[in-house]
């Protein structure tokens, strides 16, 4: 068994129950489909230590496992309407496939499992990825090179734009990097540049500084910043400490929401009052030119709406249609 030690193990048959009682009341059990089409999902799973995750199987499914691609834990086959449980108890990543429908490190049926290590996003968070290769040098004398899995090893400061809707919530940053040398970090910072000429200034941070060397997930304190591309711009700087070239990075992610617009003071409509429940998501229709109420001023909040003005609705707020 690696280190990553499992509390319980739990196979699930319709009327069996799986053996055991975690002492946590903040454990939470995360749910893994194997679906028909031969995919875990979510593919990829983000828990605390001490949570359990359980793979069901839906009735009419073929047979599937869950098998570590080192072999730490296997379960045994799960038919169609039955479920596998596990409880992690050590911080770790780790693979895993069916070994009915892929192979280790391989493609197919696989996910991933992270237990304790990487910091968790809600479901309304979205992620924007730029790959180090989307990173141009700041200088051209920087030099840098690609090691091991497409990570790269710079000497210096790399620079990359940021393009998100005006409004947008960025609310987390994460860096994937290697430091093996312990004098020798990588960092990675978000940035806002007021227009036309201001300074910029840093709005979160993620290093590897403090952490054991090894390559992981780095991720910022809790932040939020609202876009507004009228009055600024955006930049991510990724940066050894060392310019030996001895840590290197692969990916930054930043986590951002949509969000709605302030309202205005004054109402639009004479029915939707500014204490109005509704009164900021449909002064937000207003502003977008989704809709221009129901006529003599007012809006009809309580009416119910046909099928060809909610086509009208979604048109005009996703500016649909453009052909290609």
């Keep these: 068994m690696s280190k990553r030690r499992l509390l319980i193990g739990g196979f699930v048959i319709v009327n069996l129950i799986a053996v055991g009682v975690v002492s946590n009341v903040l454990a939470a ?3 893994v489909t194997m679906t028909s089409g031969n995919t875990f999902f979510p593919r990829g ?13 839906p009735v009419g499914g073929v047979t599937h496992n869950v098998t570590a691609d080192d072999n730490s834990f296997t379960s045994p086959d799960v038919l169609g309407g039955q479920s596998f449980s596990l409880v992690f108890v050590n911080p770790d990543t780790i693979p895993y496939h069916c070994a009915y429908h892929a192979l ?12 304790g290590n990487r910091t968790q996003h809600t479901a309304n968070e ?22 091991n899995n497409y990570y790269r090893a710079p000497t210096n400061l790399m620079l990359a734009g940021v393009h998100l809707p005006t409004g947008t919530e960025v609310t987390g940053l994460e860096l994937v990097a290697c430091s093996t040398v312990p004098a020798e970090d990588m960092v990675a910072w978000f940035m806002s540049c007021a227009e036309p000429n201001s300074p910029c200034v840093v709005k979160a941070q993620a290093s590897t500084s403090g952490t054991p060397r090894a390559c992981d997930f780095y991720s910022a304190a809790p932040f939020v910043v609202v876009v507004d591309n009228l009055s600024s711009t955006y930049v991510l700087n990724v940066q050894p400490t060392q310019a030996t070239g001895s840590a290197s990075f692969r990916t930054v992610r930043l986590f951002y929401r949509s969000s ?3 309202p205005p003071a004054n109402p639009t409509f004479t029915d939707v009052p500014t204490t109005h429940a509704f ?8 502003a977008s030119g989704a809709t221009a109420g129901c006529g003599g001023g007012n809006y009809c909040p309580d009416a119910a709406v046909t099928r060809g003005q909610m086509a009208v609705f979604l048109a005009r707020s996703l500016g649909l249609f453009w052909p290609n």
């Design 104 to 115: 280790p490190a391989g493609n197919g049926m696989r996910g991933t499992l992270f237990v």
């Design 29 to 31: 059990t995360v749910i």
């Design 45 to 57: 799973v983000i828990i605390n230590v001490g949570d359990t995750v359980t793979w069901q199987n």
């Design 260 to 262: 709605i617009s302030y």
């Design 279 to 286: 009164y900021r998501y449909i002064e937000a229709l207003v």
């Design 126 to 147: 979205h992620v924007l990825e730029l790959n180090a290769w989307d990173f141009n040098p700041s200088s051209s004398g920087d030099v840098t090179a690609q090691a």
